[in-house]
């Protein structure tokens, strides 16, 4: 029984109201992202993708700890990549814990795949600098104004409708040598969690 790694992607504001607002994209976007890190793990086992795989199972969450619109993946993926051998065994390779430059690396190709993707879709536009959502992508409707209020921590309704909602937050508890730890990867509001790692016999 090999160890698993869980990862955590979470996107930019704009993703998570297009993913929310068309949700029959998400699919095809979480098969890039398993694409981009499946390789990645390949790569480090020093094999190729014809001959050796990977598995995960991916848990798409829809709202953050305030219960706010937050659409983002929880992936967890085998720390080994294996491969079939001639009996029909698997022999499996394993695969050291990402640095915080390789989930850097990662963030950023997936990033631009799923910019790619969005673009060849037409929701999505891009200039020199900078992307936007199509007009296309935006419906002119109240479910998508109340969507945006949610994703952006904001009212939606009421006298105070626009203004930012209040929140209380506490520094979360870690251990001392957890907070050296180098283990995020951050590119354009893509966000690549890679910190914890699920033990054998942990269920």
Request: proline share 4%.
């Amino acid at each position: 029984m090999q160890e698993q790694l869980p990862r955590v992607l979470s996107f930019p504001f704009p993703l998570r109201f297009l993913f929310a607002s068309r949700p029959a994209i998400i699919g095809r976007v979480l098969g890039i992202v398993y694409r981009c890190i499946a390789t990645h793990l390949v790569e480090q086992a020093g094999l190729t993708k014809k001959k050796a795989q990977t598995g995960a199972v991916t848990l798409v969450q829809r709202f953050g700890s305030a219960l706010n619109l937050n659409i983002h993946f929880h992936m967890l993926f085998l720390d080994s990549v294996y491969v079939d051998q001639a009996d029909g065994a698997g022999r499996f390779y394993r695969v050291s814990a990402p640095s915080g430059q390789e989930l850097t690396q990662l963030a950023h190709t997936i990033a631009q795949r799923v910019g790619r993707f969005l673009e060849r879709q037409g929701l999505l536009e891009r200039d020199a600098e900078n992307s936007y959502l199509a007009g296309d992508a935006v419906d002119d409707d109240p479910m998508s104004q109340l969507l945006g209020h949610s994703i952006t921590y904001r009212i939606a309704v009421g006298s105070q409708a626009g203004r930012k909602v209040f929140t209380l937050q506490t520094q979360p508890a870690c251990e001392p040598e957890e907070q050296l730890t180098d283990t995020v990867g951050k590119v354009a509001g893509f966000n690549l969690h890679a910190g914890v790692a699920a033990r054998a016999h942990e269920r």
